[in-house]
């Protein structure tokens, strides 16, 4: 069984960035693929970023140009570098593993299984 845990979140002026971190425990990253969601209080949780184990990404529109996904097998971990923060990015952000690794990877919530327990970001105005 998977475990994950999110970290890097924090208070960050608009403009600034944070990196997050999704460590993965008893499933490989290089092997299956990740996805990071957020969900903003009184709104559903949303798609944010994704990389498969082929490496290939996907972006939401909201944070394309803005936001990087990425991973480093070694650590068994996958990274959120997000630039050019603002407000509305604000939100709790989760990382989940998606069922099925498929080449590309999928921006279905229904399709991730397993998720960490989240971290925090919040942006000021």
């Known amino acids: 069984q998977a475990q994950l845990a999110e970290s890097g979140g924090g208070l960050v002026q608009a403009g600034g960035s944070l990196r997050l971190s999704c460590a993965a425990s008893?499933?490989?990253?290089?092997?299956?693929?990740v996805g990071w969601f957020r969900q903003a209080p009184g709104k559903a949780r949303e798609f944010v970023a994704a990389?498969?184990?082929?490496?290939?990404?996907y972006y939401a529109d909201s944070v394309k140009g803005r936001f990087t996904i990425s991973r480093d097998n070694a650590k068994n971990t996958v990274y959120l570098q997000m630039n050019s923060l603002k407000p509305e990015d604000t939100a709790a952000y989760y990382c989940?593993?998606?069922?099925?690794?498929?080449?590309?990877?999928?921006?279905?919530?229904?399709?991730?299984?397993?998720w960490g327990q989240g971290t925090q970001v919040t942006v000021s105005s």
């Open positions: 990389i498969a184990w082929t490496g290939n990404t």
């Open positions: 989940a593993t998606q069922g099925v690794a498929s080449a590309s990877p999928s921006q279905n919530i229904n399709e991730y299984n397993y």
């Open positions: 008893g499933r490989t990253v290089s092997s299956n693929n």
